[in-house]
């Protein structure tokens, strides 16, 4: 791997940033006037879930909860209960113990250095540097999946980045962040966004890229991948009947039983409405018992629904 000269890297910077200008997508976090707030709950939706999905989400919650202050004074639950179907729930609790971190120690404002961002629940290394860049414009070292990516093929001439993160690659964002701080913060941006819209995992739109010419992956013939990436399955598995579960308790205004998850109501021959629905899809998957007591419990101990009444419910 051959790092750009000071030349090379002045053109990277100028090609990507006059994309990004033209190119970039319409997000609301994106808009001049979005709070840090805002950009910290994208942030948060935004990990492992696509835009189309986090849109309308989004959107609910900045209108449900504008500050910190307006989703700490609710019950954890109703953040899961919002949360609908982006999955992977627990990030709804990391966002709901944050909103109360912040309101409690820092007076309702969302912290603006990377040091106080990454202390509060729930906050790992990417989401506070995407947060103090893309919220407070501070120059930091922003590295996704797809900023990753783009490094692996322009700069290492590899079709992928490696499996996990390395101490490699931070270097390798860490050398080619600009220096100027507003234009690191547009970098950063416009690398991920290369990475999302053209420079894609399966099927790169090279001919679209504005810095090809640059690029090593290309130059080296688009050699394949040195391992196959594991997709992550789902029909079938622990994440599918923990997520049927989870619609269920969203739908339900009550604590449900247990053995109303367990054991399907008999047919009446009409159709189920309200708690019905998301009871049916449930045992429509036919899950093992033991599969179901898995799920159950692991939501219990993960804090996702806790026993009330003799039934479960979201966390008040």
């Keep these: 791997m051959t790092l750009p000269d000071a030349r090379q890297l002045t053109a990277l910077h100028g090609a990507l940033d006059q994309w990004f200008a033209d190119a970039a997508r319409d997000l609301p976090w994106r808009e001049p006037d979005c709070s840090a707030w805002g950009i910290l709950v994208s942030e948060v939706m935004l990990q492992q879930t696509p835009v189309v999905r986090v849109l309308p989400v989004w959107r609910d919650w900045m209108d449900r909860w504008p500050t910190p202050g307006h989703l700490a004074a609710e019950p954890s639950g109703e953040a899961v209960r919002h949360w ?51 919220a407070f414009g501070r120059r930091e070292t922003v590295v996704d999946t797809n900023i990753r990516r783009v490094h692996a093929r322009l700069i290492s001439g590899n079709a992928l980045p490696a499996p996990a993160l390395t101490a490699g690659e931070m270097r390798l964002a860490e050398a080619l962040l600009p220096v100027e701080q507003e234009l690191s913060v547009r970098w950063n941006a416009s690398v991920m966004e290369l990475g999302a819209m053209v420079c894609t995992a399966r099927s790169p739109k090279c001919a679209d890229c504005p810095v090809r010419s640059s690029c090593a992956w290309l130059a080296a013939g688009e050699p394949p991948p040195s391992y196959t990436p594991k997709g992550q399955s789902w029909h079938g598995t622990d994440r599918q009947v923990r997520g049927a579960v989870m619609a269920v308790l969203r739908e339900a205004a009550t604590p449900v039983p247990r053995q109303m998850f367990e054991q399907a109501p008999a047919d009446l021959g009409f159709a189920p409405s309200g708690i019905g629905i998301p009871l049916a899809a449930l045992h429509r998957l036919n899950s093992a018992p033991e599969q179901l007591e898995r799920a159950l419990d692991g939501l219990l101990v993960d804090g996702l629904a806790e026993m009330h009444d003799g039934g479960l419910r979201l966390p008040a």
């Design 84 to 134: 609908g179907r982006l999955g992977y729930p627990r990030r709804a609790l990391r966002l709901h113990a944050a909103a109360v971190a912040i309101r409690e120690q820092h007076g309702g404002n969302v912290p603006d250095t990377y040091a106080e961002l990454l202390g509060l629940p729930g906050v790992g290394s990417y989401t506070a540097a995407a947060v103090a860049a893309f």
